[in-house]
């Protein structure tokens, strides 16, 4: 199956989804209650939309716990830009409805600070941790200024690691997947 086929089937699973509130509650808990989170005094992530699983309540309780928080901010070419999260308050609309930090811009490269880097996908292949994305390739250039001992983990409803994701030379793998049943490690 190709990408766009393999994105439709899992954009229009997931607007059949019946409480995925309760799935954000059950990955922000756990993700909380893993050291390397709880440790991180840099986290970068995202303001989730629609069917993702919901970031919000994660934002604001890793701000909460004392982590600094940035969130990316869309460029025109579509690559990440990153703002502080401040808050509930320091969000406005951005492109395409996102909300983003009004906070001075970072640079691209600010993703490279981050001690924990938590992004969306529609799905990750359960072998070998390649995610798919929106299409846009916005978190695969992002995910290519991170370091290589940095967890970076993509937020999945369950049934969405899979076998078999199609990957392209610039896809880049997380190392780990947060859903409601528990966290997936793809580094050995």
């Known amino acids: 199956m190709d990408k766009a086929e393999l994105r439709r089937r899992i954009v229009a699973a997931r607007a059949g989804l019946a409480d995925p509130r309760g799935s ?3 990955i922000r808990e ?3 209650d893993q050291p390397w989170a709880q ?3 840099l986290v970068a992530c995202y303001w989730s ?4 699983p919901a970031t919000h309540g994660l934002v604001l309780a890793l701000w909460k716990h004392g982590a600094t928080v940035m969130l990316p901010v869309l460029q025109p070419d579509g690559d990440l830009d990153w703002a502080v999260y401040d808050g509930p308050d320091s969000l406005a609309p951005g492109p395409r409805g996102l909300m ?3 906070d ?4 691209v490269d600010a993703i490279r600070t981050a001690a924990l880097v938590i992004v969306p996908a529609l799905a990750v292949d359960a072998a070998t941790g390649v995610r798919l994305g929106r299409g846009g390739g916005s978190y695969d250039r992002a995910l290519a200024r991170v370091g290589p001992n940095v967890p970076t983990v993509a937020l999945l409803h ?4 899979i076998e078999g994701v199609p990957a392209e030379p610039h896809d880049r ?8 049943s528990g966290i997936v490690s793809f580094r050995e």
Do not use: D, I, Q
Request: aromatic content about 0%.
């Open 24 to 26: 954000a509650t059950a």
């Open 30 to 32: 756990t993700l909380l």
């Open 39 to 41: 440790m991180a005094g």
């Open 49 to 52: 939309t629609g069917t993702e």
């Open 100 to 102: 983003e930090p009004v």
């Open 104 to 107: 001075t811009r970072r640079g």
């Open 158 to 161: 369950e049934g969405e690691l």
């Open 173 to 180: 793998p997380v190392s780990m997947a947060a859903l409601p």
